[in-house]
């Protein structure tokens, strides 16, 4: 029996977990080693170390196809969450200006034009700062921190090498795998010789100019968006649907309101070569898979955003015995592996939402049960999410399909509305696609299972909201809360029409 599961047993506390650790010391080298130091891979070792683990962590990048490295903290922080709010922000701050002229600021210069290189300085000099803060909380935290690639060399033994060093060893009680993912690149000539992607936009030291974004998810939307909002022609290539897994009425209305903000698409399409031409530009070959029909194009920057794949490839998952599926771990509901005192968190699980907070907290909590006697597990049901395009994106819970599917297309009532933002009034913003969905119950309270709302500020919004779903929201509490007027998450407490009745969903005004 491990030291760690004595411990528990014993109902540990975390004075004594301090002198197990220097027990266990006898065994191996450490209590936990992490693999990888992105969201997932840090919250766990911190995590552990507050309850007395002996941690070490290693964390290695390796640079993209057209150079691009960065520090300790993985995704989120380097190429991720972290630089896209910036640039999103960057680009509604274009939008803003202008609405500014309305509101009575004198904007002398009328042809305001983004700085992309002061931008992309700004954005890279903010990232810095964030690794920097990270190396210095891991020291006072005393988690060790190794910059290397860690591979297994059997169950309990990783072997690494420094800067070209020679190759060592170290053992260890338990290990976390959170090694994360990297962005996929389609296996088409020229694909990774002329194309970049999200590793890459954030710190693209030339102007990314006429742009192809390959894939219609997350990455494809959110980097058209903010590319667009910059000022830069750009073009979306969709596959089959945009945002397929959410709701198709929220992703369409995204759709349009990038439409209608000039983003172009095109649909049903796959691009089938990429060449530079003697100008240096790019000639993307494409092939509409409906109509069978060859084009082509060119483009100043093509950006793949076609999905990633998780790093397994440079573990020797085989050395351990750990099971894999396409390019991700699978984990049961203690992200242990097959291999009991493996366990994976974060983008490299199988079958798992890929998102920062998600990370965090399972490895925050996988810490918790490996050291200090937790038995709480990570919930992984309705976890909101936002896509950040001008108009934001956010839900939480099912999509009306998923509802109809789950429940019944008799048992699910769905509350809609179409709103306008006050504060869009004087600049005349188009207010078209501010519209907003609670898919509940049709029974009793009639208990919420969706909301969707798209709108300025659309994470702000949900995420409150996304704490009263888990509480069990329904529909007669959510009527019964008193708006804070005027914003627009107020407008949840003001649903009251339903698809059901066919009343017309469009606000007469403001304040009634
Ligand atoms: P990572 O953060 O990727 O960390 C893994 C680390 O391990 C990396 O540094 C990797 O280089 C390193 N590594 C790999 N192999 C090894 C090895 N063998 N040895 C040592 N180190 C290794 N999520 C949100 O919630 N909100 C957002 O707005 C959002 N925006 C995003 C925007 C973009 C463009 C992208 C690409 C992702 C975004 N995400 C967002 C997703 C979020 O970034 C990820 O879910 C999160 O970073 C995953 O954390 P992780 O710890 O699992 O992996
Ligand atoms: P997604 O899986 O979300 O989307 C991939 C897109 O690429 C889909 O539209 C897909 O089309 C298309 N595609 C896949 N393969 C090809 C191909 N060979 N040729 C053409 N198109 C292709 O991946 P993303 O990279 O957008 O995002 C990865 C993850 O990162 C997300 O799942 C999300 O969890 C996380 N993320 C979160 C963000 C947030 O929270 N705001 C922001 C950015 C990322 P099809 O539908 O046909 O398969």
Redesign the pocket.
């Known amino acids: 029996m491990s030291l760690w599961k004595l411990l528990r047993i014993c109902g540990s506390s975390r004075s004594n977990a301090l002198s197990v650790a220097s027990l266990g010391k006898a065994k191996y080298d450490y209590d936990l080693v992490v693999?990888?130091?992105?969201?997932?891979?840090?919250?766990c070792g911190k995590e552990a170390v507050d309850s007395g683990a002996r941690v070490l962590c290693?964390?290695?990048?390796?640079s993209t196809p057209a150079g691009t490295k960065?520090g300790?903290?993985?995704?989120?922080?380097?190429?991720?969450?972290i630089?896209?709010?910036l640039m999103h922000q960057a680009s509604l701050l274009g939008e803003a200006v202008h609405e500014a002229v309305a509101y009575g600021w004198n904007v002398n210069d009328q042809n305001i034009k983004p700085d992309w290189k002061k931008l992309v300085n700004s954005v890279q000099s903010h990232i810095k700062s964030v690794n920097w803060v990270t190396r210095v909380d891991l020291r006072d935290k005393k988690v060790e921190y190794v910059n290397?690639?860690?591979?297994f060399v059997d169950p309990h033994t990783i072997e690494?090498s420094v800067k070209g060093g020679p190759k060592q060893r170290v053992s260890s009680e338990y290990v976390v795998v959170?090694?994360?993912?990297?962005?996929r690149y389609p296996p088409i000539l020229g694909a990774t010789e002329f194309g970049i992607t999200?590793?890459d936009?954030?710190s693209y030291d030339k102007e990314p100019g006429r742009t192809l974004v390959v894939g219609a998810g997350?990455?494809g939307l959110?980097?058209a968006c903010f590319l667009k909002g910059l000022g830069y022609d750009t073009t979306v290539m969709v596959r089959s649907i945009v945002l397929r897994g959410f709701d198709r009425q929220m992703s369409e209305l995204l759709e349009a309101m990038m439409s209608e903000r000039g983003v172009k698409f095109l649909h049903t399409t796959i691009p089938s070569l990429v060449e530079r031409q003697g100008d240096g530009r790019l000639l993307v070959k494409y092939r509409n898979t409906t109509t069978k029909k060859e084009d082509s194009d060119t483009f100043d920057t093509v950006l793949w955003?076609i999905g990633?794949k998780g790093?397994i490839e440079?573990?020797n998952l085989p050395a351990a015995g750990v099971q894999t599926k396409n390019d991700k771990i699978v984990v049961d509901a203690t992200e242990a592996t097959n291999v009991p005192h493996i366990f994976a968190?974060?983008?490299?699980?199988y079958g798992r939402?890929?998102?920062?907070?998600?990370?965090?907290l399972s490895?925050r909590l996988l810490a918790r049960r490996l050291f200090a006697g937790s038995k709480q597990l990570m919930d992984y049901a309705d976890v909101a999410?936002?896509v950040?395009t001008p108009l934001e994106y956010s839900c939480v819970g099912m999509s009306e399909e998923m509802a109809i599917q789950t429940h019944g297309q008799d048992n699910i009532e769905v509350f809609h509305g179409y709103y306008k933002p006050t504060e869009f009034f004087i600049p005349q913003k188009s207010v078209r696609h501010c519209y907003l969905k609670a898919v509940a119950e049709i029974t009793g309270d009639q208990k919420i299972l969706g909301l969707h709302y798209i709108g300025p500020v659309a994470g702000e919004v949900i995420q409150g909201f996304a704490a009263a779903l888990k509480s069990g929201l329904t529909v007669k509490t959510l009527l019964n809360t008193v708006g804070i007027h005027p914003t627009t998450a107020e407008e949840f407490t003001r649903l009251s029409i339903t698809k059901r009745s066919g009343r017309d969903p469009k606000p007469s005004s403001c304040c009634s």
């Open positions: 693999l990888g130091g992105g969201s997932a891979g840090l919250a290693f964390d290695y990048v390796k960065w300790l903290g993985g995704t989120c922080v380097n190429v991720g969450c630089p896209k709010k290397s690639m860690g591979a690494y959170a090694v994360g993912g990297r962005p999200s590793d936009i954030f997350y990455v959110e980097s955003a990633r790093l440079d573990l968190v974060g983008d490299i699980i939402p890929e998102l920062s907070p998600v990370a965090i490895g999410t936002t950040f």
